[in-house]
């Protein structure tokens, strides 16, 4: 069985927008009838998904994916790094958790690790026509160049022209491309067949010097140069982006709207899974931003405490940063301001949290907010599995998934906030999350349970409620199959595909 042809999107630095032109690219290839897939060996990720088969992986990944229509497989991102501190993370490798390790005894591993990530790579090179593949950073990490398991290296072993993918938006792209090159070895150079300049906003008539200049200097075409988009607003293009909060919604305090209902989301230094919120900007009586200090809090109608990969430290974040004085403060205040807690937010509300085998932290435990009286002990198996369930209060039903090591109990009786139904295609009777003060207080370890519209306006609704408004009907449908269809016309307009298509054909 011959291989299948594939395609490399290096970056020249983190957040230029490689998952994104990634999930473009798959879902214009599937557009031009190629039976295409997502793979990247190795991510260094907070947000992550759960595949059917209950294995971890970087969410990206998840949604390049579904711009293949394909369902998520722990092959496309064989190795997973989260996080849990500046010099260590926990390794998830094929979707489950070995190990928290150091960057040195990673880097000790990789070797092994390595082949494993070329092994999913020849599994899914067998049953795919198309491999789009994403490099991690920059390939010219010059640290990191001899232990590379997912730019040069995996692009030389998979046959691979490589794309360079460069951001105008952040200033200097032309020295950033050219540097990138500069520090490249003969060899490694010859593997960069393009260039895509991305994020532009401006008159081309302006940059077209610069281009010509570039195309000369290197030897290397511009593939295309792709328009900035807002990734917020109900005109926006609302897409899963690398590792990082889109710095549009990271609002000054004077942003906020009287004539919406303003969501707070709390900015933890180890926030994951903050697409559980995208659904939500999407709504156009909602003003959604990711607040990094406790004073912007001005006048919120919900606070949310989102995910977090380091649950014990965040929570001590809170309490030294001033936010927990100040959420207990507009709790006690405010008649109307729901507090929303999901997976390690949710764990924070509590009255005490455990990690006796340093699960997520080198702390066994300290003392929760209190606003509930529940305590969570972590263990050492994580569960990872979606599931579906039905809100206790609306009856709606939702879809989501799970992933955490800890475990609560609840200490007085609250009610549930859903029912779950099913677990990994298996029918299950268990209750998820505590509702209490008529709703203001809501707490649940279900990752997206606001991509339910019913779910999510009638949630919405019940606040408006609160505030004397008139309730909505359900306009906002969120669709991320229409969002690729949007960012994939965009990229392909912008795009010279032709040429694209010959690097494919030419390969290396």
Known sequence: ???????????????????????????????????????????????????????????????????????????????????????????????????????????????????????????????????????????????????????????????????????????????????????????????IKGFIINKFRGDMKLLRPGIDFLEKRTGIRVLGVIPYFHPAGRNGIKVTEEDSVPLDNLEPKDTI????????????????????????????????????????????????????????NDLKYLKESGFAEKIQKIMKAGKSCVLVGICGGFQMLGSKICDPHKAESHQVGTDGLGILKMETVFSKDKILSQIKAVEAISGFEISGYEIHHGKSRNMKKYSPAFNITQREERSVREVDGAVTMNGRIYGTYIHGIFDSDLFRRDFLNRIRIKKGWNVRSRTTIFDPDRELDKLASLVRNNIDMKYLYKILKDGV
């Open 1 to 191: 069985m011959n291989r299948a042809k594939t395609l490399h999107i290096c970056g020249t630095g983190s957040g230029v927008g490689k998952s994104v032109m990634v999930s473009a690219l798959c879902r214009i290839f599937l557009q031009d009838g190629h039976k295409t897939c997502p793979f990247k060996a190795q991510n260094m990720a907070l947000n992550s998904f759960v595949t059917k088969e209950g294995g971890e992986i970087g969410r990206a990944q998840a949604f390049q994916a579904r711009a293949c229509r394909l369902e998520p497989h722990v092959d496309m991102n064989p190795i997973l790094m989260k996080p849990i501190a500046d010099k260590s993370a926990q390794i998830i490798v094929h979707g489950k958790p070995i190990a928290n390790m150091s960057a040195i005894t990673y880097v000790r591993h990789k070797k092994r690790l390595s082949k494993l990530a070329l092994e999913s790579f020849d599994r899914l090179s067998k049953q795919y026509e198309l491999i789009v593949m994403e490099g991690a950073g920059s390939p010219a990490e010059i640290n990191l160049k001899s232990h590379d398991i997912v730019n040069l290296k995996m692009a030389k072993y998979a046959g691979a022209p490589v794309v360079l993918v460069g951001d105008i938006d952040k200033g200097g792209v032309f020295a950033w491309l050219i540097g990138t090159l500069e520090l490249l070895e003969k060899e490694e150079r010859k593997q």
């Open 257 to 312: 709207s009287n004539h919406n209902l303003n969501i707070d989301v709390v900015y933890l230094p180890h926030i994951s899974n903050f697409t559980d919120f995208d659904a939500l900007e999407k709504e156009p009586d909602v003003a959604l931003r990711y607040v990094k200090r406790p004073e912007l809090l001005s006048n919120p109608d919900i606070i949310i405490l989102p995910g977090t990969k380091n649950t014990i």
